[in-house]
């Protein structure tokens, strides 16, 4: 039998690998399975055989084997999977970072024409060849930093042309570069410049012509809303969120962020897959979400990005039972940047989480939140072979050692591309 590829020589593999097939919760989150001294074996795309050294490699011939990747003693984790961003945009918005330092506040920005409307307007006057362009780049830079796979959103487009054009980008570059993407349809993101004096007739669009369409050509898995004061309020959210159920996508939100508008609870109400933010989430909010398993994507590079001293309440979302997720938010506006490295440490330091915490709402949760845990998360046999060799022997290195990207190699799918 010839074997694909050995990764051997691991001082410290994490493989996340849980008894139960669940979200983690609790002191759950603390549990990354480690080994020490240990080895992987990959035939095809997918983790054949993990364990120690000696064991993986018992009865195999050397020269039966494709490629060998020697870890040098190094840690080696799953992939991490990005719950909860939008890559495909055109052009950036340095100019609204300079003016958040001025003293403007994000709403305020937004209120007056920028934010996500002006994306919008930089997304319909670009090519979709230029817009392609610029996704490929934003992907490549998230696959540096050992992402793998993402939840990837529409939402710049805003009209039933761009929003569908921003979908079909993600489907045509799926499969055509290494980061898996999972697409949401994000059409409610904002109301575009058009609308902003119509919002009922932007409302039918989307649930008249935007999601039948979707649905029908299965351009989406899931339906976002930014659910928020100034965007989309509960009972538009509601309407919307029910009309994508209906077409059969499963619903993620945008909550809670600014506000504690009741976001939470609607996330509850519909046994959303995720609430995302919550920032502002309310007691009641946290406590619809444990009751109906919704799981909590938070997103402290934002908060960091808006400079802003309130971060998600992590700790009591732990202590409340749910299944923490963490993300980049990579987006033009709020959150540019690709780093999962950073991520982690903000969560350490803001979010208050500890560092396996940290690392499993970077791998096997999302992997749940996405309805892909028998693929990608953990490190098993019969997953796919998605891994980081990195530059540390430690995975307590990667918090603390604050903006530095330590990634040495990525495989995916049993593949060096990194």
Not at 170 to 198: C, S, W
Not at 242 to 263: S, T, V
Not at 314 to 326: E, Q, S, T
Not at 389 to 402: F, K, S
Request: aromatic letters at 6%; charged letters at 25%.
């Amino acid at each position: 039998m010839k074997y694909r590829a050995l990764v051997y020589n691991i001082g410290q593999l994490l493989t996340l690998k849980s008894p139960k097939n669940a979200p983690r919760t609790g002191r759950e989150l603390s549990e990354l399975g480690i080994i020490e001294g240990a080895a992987i074996l990959i035939e095809g795309e997918r983790i054949i055989r993990i364990g120690a050294e000696k064991d993986v490699i018992k009865g195999i011939r050397r020269n039966t084997i494709s490629k060998e990747f020697n870890a040098k003693a190094m840690m080696v984790s799953p992939g991490f999977v990005d719950p909860h961003t939008h890559p495909v945009f055109f052009g950036t918005r340095e100019e609204e970072f300079c003016m958040r330092l001025a003293g403007k506040k994000y709403m305020e920005i937004a209120a007056a024409g920028g934010g996500i409307r002006n994306s919008s307007r930089r997304f319909r006057n670009a090519s979709k060849d230029d817009i392609t362009k610029q996704t490929r780049l934003v992907l490549k830079r998230l696959l540096k930093h050992g992402i793998t796979t993402i939840e990837a959103k529409s939402g710049y487009g805003l009209s039933f042309e761009s929003e569908i054009r921003a979908l079909e980008i993600i489907r045509d570059l799926d499969g055509k570069q290494p980061v898996d993407m999972v697409p949401t349809f994000l059409g409610a993101h904002e109301f575009p410049d058009e609308y902003r004096e119509n919002r009922e007739e932007y409302i039918r669009i989307i649930i008249e012509e935007m999601l039948p369409y979707v649905a029908k050509n299965k351009l989406a898995e899931y339906c976002d809303i930014f659910c928020e004061v100034g965007v989309f309020d509960i009972e538009q959210s509601r309407r919307i969120l029910k009309a994508a159920q209906e077409h059969g996508l499963k619903i993620r939100m945008h909550a809670d962020e600014i506000e504690p508008i009741g976001g939470g609870e609607l996330a509850g109400e519909l046994k959303a897959a995720t609430a995302d933010h919550l920032v502002a989430i309310s007691d009641e909010g946290i406590r619809k979400m444990a009751e109906n398993g919704v799981m909590p994507v938070l997103l402290p590079a934002t908060t960091f990005s808006l400079n802003s001293s309130k971060y998600a309440p992590a700790r009591k979302m732990i202590d409340a039972g749910l299944a923490v997720c963490v993300s980049t938010d990579c987006n033009p506006g709020s959150s540019y940047t690709e780093s999962a490295s950073f991520v982690i440490s903000l969560a350490c330091l803001q979010l208050k989480m500890s560092p396996e915490e940290a690392f499993t709402a970077y791998t096997i949760n999302p992997a749940f939140s996405l309805n892909r845990q028998n693929r990608i998360g953990s490190i098993e046999e019969g997953k796919l072979a998605d891994l980081i060799i990195w530059e540390t022997p430690n995975y307590r290195e990667i918090p603390y050692h604050v903006a530095v990207n330590l990634v040495k190699n990525v495989i995916k799918r049993g593949k060096k591309v990194v």
